[in-house]
């Protein structure tokens, strides 16, 4: 497989857009779904590797371009692993992620009413596909696994990150630097698994 040059990145996330491009090699030109002015697929698939190749595939057909495409989400085991693949839908159409994290935080009381005094195991899951057409180049998956904050810290990063701490640090992802993030998250896991294509 020769390495790819030109590469749509399949997502209205701006967030998502931003990290994404930070991982690329500087020499692959890349475009953003707004260039196209291209609306989201719906996302029917029963995995995080399932909806990520709706969203290449889609993208890619529309465009005709490669596309990469990156379905992510937080899985919280005393939860049953919820929000899991519907992460983005718990934040509503308009993408408000403070309401999704309050509903996670409503949601974790419910199911013990002292968690905040406990370790809640979750993880960042992120799959990540390239498609070109209808052909599936590759899917990956990557993910970090640490526990929920007591609260939303941070400023930094997008989604749920001001409530994940992950394992051996002190620090919500949106308290990092973004350059520390993205060199310890799950999308950066996915991407060492596709850096042969690129």
Known sequence: MKKIKEL???????GKL??????????????????FQLKSPKE????????????????SNKTNLICLADDSGLEIDL?????????????GTRSDFQKAIKR??????????????????????????ICYLDKKIIVVKG???????NEPKGNNGFGYDPIFIPNKKN???AQMQPSKKYKL??????????????
Do not use: M
């Open 8 to 14: 749509l990145i399949g997502t209205n996330n701006k």
């Open 171 to 173: 620090k919500t992802f």
């Open 143 to 149: 993910k970090i696994e640490g526990f929920i904050s």
């Open 44 to 59: 029917n698939g029963k995995s995080f590797e399932e909806n990520s190749i709706i969203k290449s595939k889609y993208f």
């Open 185 to 198: 998250d799950h999308r950066f896991k996915a991407f060492k698994k596709i850096k042969r294509f690129l």
């Open 79 to 91: 939860l049953n692993k919820k929000p899991g693949i519907y992460s983005a839908r718990w934040a």
């Open 18 to 35: 931003k990290e994404i491009r930070n991982l690329l090699p500087k020499n692959i030109k890349t475009y953003s779904t707004s260039d």
């Open 104 to 129: 996670v935080y409503k949601q974790l009381s419910k199911k013990d009413k002292l968690w905040r005094e406990k370790k809640i195991k979750a993880r960042f899951i992120c799959a990540l596909s």
